[in-house]
């Protein structure tokens, strides 16, 4: 594992404050590892205004990850090679493998199911 990558699960923990979610960031943060927010994850747990003050504060340790167009091809053909239509969960693998990171998530099924589709067996921590 080089790094980790936040699924939307994980922004939607550190948004309601879970312990376990922020005990994870700063364990992170402590190893020097600055988590990967894809920008999809990101917009769809984004919902602005001062009621997202934790997040913001969360999403300022983090690096975000855009999606380029060679990244949206690749997710796209992954997502028809798993038979899963949510591209978020198919960029959050991609970046995932691609990077070599864990990933933290609330649903590790449609994690795991995408990654054995490619045969690669990733690091999950659920929140």
Avoid at 26 to 48: H, N, Q
Wanted: proline share 4%; aromatic share 4%.
């Amino acid at each position: 594992m080089d790094g980790v990558t936040y699924d939307t699960g994980a922004l939607i923990a550190a948004d309601r404050n879970d312990r376990h979610m922020w005990a994870l960031h700063a364990g992170f943060l402590a190893l020097e590892v600055s988590p990967t927010v894809p920008t999809p994850v990101l917009a769809e747990a984004w919902r602005g205004g001062p009621r997202q003050a934790s997040l913001a504060r969360f999403l300022a340790l983090c690096t975000t990850d855009a999606l380029t167009e060679e990244q949206a091809k690749a997710v796209g053909a992954l997502a028809t090679r798993a038979d899963h239509d949510d591209i978020v969960d198919v960029t959050v693998v991609e970046g995932a493998v691609r990077r070599h990171d864990a990933v933290v998530t609330s649903n590790p099924t449609h994690i795991r199911k995408i990654a054995d589709a490619i045969r690669v067996r990733l690091t999950i921590e659920t929140v």
